[in-house]
């Protein structure tokens, strides 16, 4: 049972973290799938517009109070050699982070407790290669978070647009149900597998 709810867990997390092709050519800082929100003194932050969506209760059901997404956060330097340092510090692996450019996670915002929780972290380079992942609890309190806090600002900019985008997110949650129903029936049928197996 665990190993099939881990598989759902990894497909919900793949249909947020939408790992963009790059930069887009036009200008810079867009980046294809993302929508610049703002930048910070050494932080470049996105969020991914084309697929946040609403999540899912228990039952399945959409609840329009949580929302999803995928966001980016571009570093200028010093920030990438400080986190690389902090890395070598800890012991970490550094394979690759000769690149390292940023990180993109997948987030969700109670808009009724007004929480983001940061559900995975990813490391990235400058081509959006993924250096390092984990799962993270990592929960941000809007309600006690200084407005001029770039966490704040950050999620302020997402709640507008998913307010400004109802149909959008609507659509995107619906291609998100048939996504897992999909990946809960592929389960079923690999347990049902196993059951035969072990039997």
């Known amino acids: ?43 470049n932050y996105y969020f991914g517009n084309k697929k ?3 999540a899912l209760d228990e039952h399945g059901k959409i609840d329009k109070t949580r929302l999803l997404f995928s966001s980016i956060m571009t570093y200028e330097p ?3 050699q400080m986190i690389i340092t902090e890395r070598e510090a800890r012991g970490q692996k550094l394979s690759g982070y000769a690149n390292f450019h940023g990180i993109i996670e997948v987030r969700e915002i109670d808009l009724d407790k007004q929480t983001v929780w940061i559900r995975s972290h990813n490391d990235i380079d400058t081509v959006f290669n993924i250096l390092a992942s984990e799962n993270s609890d ?62």
């Open 78 to 80: 010093p920030k990438p």
């Open 1 to 43: 049972m665990k190993k099939h709810m881990i598989t759902l867990l990894g497909v919900l997390f793949a249909l947020f973290l939408m790992v963009p092709a790059g930069f887009a050519q036009e200008k810079t800082p867009e980046i294809n799938g993302y929508q610049w929100a703002f930048s910070s003194d050494q932080t």
């Open 138 to 199: 990592q929960l941000y309190d809007l309600k006690v978070l200084p407005k001029d806090q770039p966490e704040y600002i950050f999620a302020q900019q997402v709640i507008d647009y998913a307010t400004k985008h109802k149909d959008d997110l609507k659509d995107n949650t619906k291609s998100m149900q048939k996504e897992l129903k999909a990946a809960q029936k592929a389960a079923d049928k690999d347990k049902d597998k196993d059951n035969s197996k072990n039997k």
């Open 52 to 54: 946040m969506s609403y």
